[in-house]
């Protein structure tokens, strides 16, 4: 399996060499080269496959330059630290399915994809006998879950980045509270999008990439993607186990990351009828699904602070095959939207997106409600992200499918805004509570490139 950018300005490379390059030489994103393509059969043949198993069948196609065994490992050892022996369970609450995605370490989706980077990179670090700086933005999960992948591992430096005061309170914690030698949290005075931006701009300096060894955690790195699409494939599995209906799956979207991973299991042959784009008030993706508008505007603070993005990284990916892998048009329409806030699409694609996505933005009152009224039906707490692609779903114009809602965080993670919905404290896990009496350290910057490249380069590895 071979690799190429979004913008065309590579050669083929390898997996290894993908995900050691995180985001392209060019600017671009990583994407196969080809797609394998799983017949119905040979899904159905996994559906008694325990999840470290199915995760290496979907895996081991672009991961060829690895070793079988070695690859097995990998796998097994990054899912031997979640909690619930399915690793994402499905359960069935109020009329729609809930995929779990929040019993690893940090009680977040983000760990379900890193903690097997972080064991990639250090097997890929041991066998080239390199070191790595790795260099992350995050709206608030992120960045806990690659520290958690990456804290104290040989061979390894890691820089986070967090929009100061914009994540949850709980989410700073898990970030700030890991003190292990060769984690640097750095709170930026500015939006997510700042972070993000910044982060770009550090990885498209190529001599300095270079020369400091930068890797990449963000969903720009292949590997992340790859990861999640495991997890369409299990809960259709558990899902249509017991049902003959077309399954929708409803996913709170952000950076685009987890929702492309839907969109490549359904390019790998997973049957479903639709992927439900499910956005806050920062809604440029549901805008560009229900109307063509893919214009930006100021980033809103919401009660889902991951998601309050604007420029969605991963979207980058999708807009390749959009645009019918043709990189001259990619690279046009990334040009026209930095020079002007705005990309625009002929109707031939705008009905292409809408065979793929539905869309819906869900605003504070409805996620509110959402959660209130989930807890008072059936008892189970939403998290205020997972509350929005529930509300998503709830809400949906489609109708006879099984709808799976991806639960994207534990929602003792944003206990205020539970609060808000049940007028009750959240019980917090064994893994979060405490967390505000521990040592923490952490770095405050202004959103300027110049200081924060100093800050990475004088403590590179």
């Known amino acids: 399996m071979k690799y190429i950018s979004t913008r065309g300005g590579i050669e083929p490379i390898s997996f290894k060499d993908a995900i050691m390059m995180g985001l392209a030489t060019d600017g671009g994103l990583l994407l196969p080269e080809s ?3 799983f017949s119905r059969a040979t899904i159905e043949s ?4 325990p999840y470290q198993e199915l995760a290496f069948n979907v895996i081991a196609p672009f991961a060829d330059d690895i070793p079988p065994a070695d690859l097995r490992a990998l796998i097994d050892r990054s899912y031997a630290t979640f909690t619930h022996p399915e690793i994402t369970p499905v359960v069935h609450k109020d009329g729609v399915h809930i995929l779990e995605l929040f019993h690893g370490p940090t009680f977040a989706f983000k760990d379900v994809a890193l903690q097997l980077l972080g064991n990639i990179f250090e097997y890929l670090l041991k066998e080239r006998g390199e070191k790595m ?8 999960d992120t960045g806990s879950a690659a520290i958690y992948g990456v804290r104290g591992k040989e061979n390894i430096n890691i820089f986070i980045l967090h929009p100061h005061g914009r994540t949850s309170k709980i989410q700073a914690l898990q970030m700030t509270t890991v003190t292990d030698a060769n984690v640097f949290n750095i709170a930026v005075n500015g939006t997510f999008d700042d972070c993000q931006n910044i982060v770009k701009q550090l990885f498209g300096d190529i001599p300095f990439k270079q020369k400091h060894s930068l890797g990449a955690v963000n969903s720009i790195n292949w590997a992340r993607v790859l990861a999640q699409v495991v997890y369409y494939f299990y809960a259709w599995l558990k899902v249509t186990a017991h049902s003959s209906r077309e399954v929708v799956f409803s996913v709170p979207t952000g950076n685009f990351g987890d929702i492309f991973a839907g969109y490549v299991a359904k390019r790998l042959g997973l049957p479903m009828a639709k992927l439900i784009l499910a956005t806050n008030e920062n809604n440029i993706l549901t805008r560009m699904v229900n109307n063509g508008d893919y214009s930006t505007g100021p980033v809103v603070p919401t009660l889902s602070p991951s998601m309050d993005i604007q420029v969605a990284s991963n979207f980058e990916r999708y807009l390749f095959y959009l645009f019918d892998e043709n990189p001259a048009r990619v690279n046009a329409s990334l040009a026209l939207f930095a020079a002007t806030g705005k990309m625009h699409f002929t ?3 705008l009905a292409r997106v809408s065979q793929d996505f539905s869309s819906a933005s869900v605003n504070r009152e409805e996620t509110i409600r959402t959660i209130a009224d989930f807890n008072s039906s059936c008892g189970y707490l939403l998290d205020p992200h997972t509350a929005v692609g ?5 809400d949906s114009t489609l109708t006879g499918a099984e709808f799976i809602c991806l639960a994207t965080a534990h929602p003792a993670k944003f206990g205020d805004a539970v609060k808000l919905a049940i007028n009750e404290e959240v019980k917090l896990p064994a893994g979060l509570d405490g967390l505000d009496l521990l040592p923490s350290r952490c770095q405050t910057m202004a959103a300027e490139l110049p200081t924060i490249r100093e800050f990475v380069a004088v403590n590179a590895i």
């Open 35 to 37: 797609y394998p393509s």
């Open 347 to 349: 109707p031939a694609e």
């Open 133 to 140: 700086n790795i260099v992350g933005a995050t709206s608030g």
């Open 46 to 49: 996994w559906r008694t496959l």
């Open 390 to 394: 529930v509300r998503a779903a709830l």
